[in-house]
């Protein structure tokens, strides 16, 4: 077997693992000695061991000799758990493989510095993209201190989330609600604005066969017009923050502290996407899903505070010049000024197409 057979062993031991590590990446690892798969690990939570340590303790004395693969750069400080570049170079493994480097400052390089001057041979490339891909959230919290976006929503054909009454279950198939539950489980919050609140009154949780995640709600709500009998106010499902302007019914918002739920009000009038985005990243919150109606996700995508977009697309035909789009606001005025995006993977689900768009980088 070949360095990149090994390296995507270790690359899915991390994709199980996601959505459950915040606020630390996904990682998998392997160990062989003598073409034989001897250890293997996954971190599986903040503060556990990482996932080296478990692939070498289950190698034990036989890592004497042995090649490590990891999908992420050794770590190579004291954090909540002692580093990995100490474990390997003193278990005796003489070559260790790495996807991809670590940006976290605390590390950038210098876990593999730190092996090789140990005099182990290092390796590092092998699986990158998957697993940058995999860590995309966790690399872009690290760099901006912000967390991960992805807007999400449901669409007919002509782009429209609700006939004109505001009708719009279901517009996708169960398939498609089945992988939105996925996806809620590897998040860490979940975002959407109090006219959804007031309209659907949606739980917001994860509902899958075997359990999941439930990602903490944030709603927008300048006024606090949330009503106290809302799921999000009454099911105590999740961990619900309401984000406020400066001016609201302080009555109102002691009643709601009442069923444990955070009002958090910001010093302006208005709820800015800048500042919600701000305090998530202080709050250790990397990813974050945003599922509003057309007027939330104008403003994310208005405010270039998204990093990706993903569609699901139904064969139906709404119609009309008041059913509700996909996107609201007040657009742009020429074409050349539209947001421009790249197509990351196009793929079918039930009877849908499931998009998912990133924003183009500027060459």
């Not at 090649?67 to 770590?75: F, G, I, N, R």
């Not at 041979?121 to 760099?143: D, S, T, W």
């Not at 106010?233 to 619900?240: L, M, N």
């Not at 010093?267 to 109606?293: F, H, P, Q, W, Y």
Request: aromatic fraction near 6%.
């Amino acid at each position: 077997m070949q360095d990149e057979e090994y390296m995507k062993l270790a690359l899915k031991m991390a994709q199980t693992t996601k959505g459950q590590t915040n606020p630390n990446p996904v990682v998998g690892a392997v160990v062989v000695k003598d073409g034989q798969i001897i250890g293997m690990g996954a971190h599986l939570k903040a503060g556990t061991p990482h996932a080296e340590v478990h692939a070498i303790r289950m190698a034990g004395s036989e890592s004497k000799g042995a090649d490590l693969y990891v999908t992420l750069e050794p770590c190579s400080h004291y954090g909540r758990t002692p580093p990995c570049t100490e474990l390997i170079y003193k278990s005796g493994i003489k070559r260790v493989v790495v996807a991809v480097l670590d940006p976290n400052p605390l590390v950038a390089g210098q876990g593999v510095a730190m092996l090789k001057n140990a005099g182990l041979e290092v390796e590092v490339g092998i699986g990158k993209e998957e697993a940058y891909a995999m860590n995309e959230p966790f690399f872009h919290f690290i760099q901006t201190n912000t967390p991960y976006v992805t807007i999400k929503a449901a669409a007919s054909l002509d782009g429209k989330t609700a006939a004109k009454t505001g009708d719009s279950k279901w517009i996708t198939s169960p398939e498609s609600r089945l992988d939105v539950h996925q996806i809620r489980h590897a998040h860490d919050a979940i975002l959407t604005g109090v006219n959804t609140i007031i309209h659907d009154n949606p739980h917001l949780t994860t509902r899958l066969p075997r359990g999941g995640k439930n990602p903490i709600r944030i709603i927008l709500d300048t006024h606090l017009r949330t009503p106290i009998d809302s799921h999000v106010i009454q099911d105590g499902a999740a961990k619900t923050i309401i984000f406020t302007g400066n001016n609201i019914d302080e009555k109102k918002a002691e009643e709601i502290k009442e069923y444990r739920i955070e009002v958090f009000p910001f010093s302006t009038e208005t709820v800015l996407i800048a500042d919600v985005l701000k305090e998530l990243g202080n709050r250790n919150i990397m990813s974050v899903l945003v599922e509003g109606g057309s007027e939330i996700h104008a403003s994310f995508i208005e405010n270039d505070a998204f990093q990706q977009i993903i569609l699901y697309v139904a064969p139906i035909i709404i119609g009309g010049k008041e059913a509700i789009p996909f996107i609201g606001g007040t657009g742009t005025e020429y074409i050349q000024h539209a947001k421009k995006l790249r197509f990351e993977s196009i793929v079918n689900i039930g009877k849908d197409i499931k998009l998912i768009a990133k924003p183009l980088k500027e060459e």
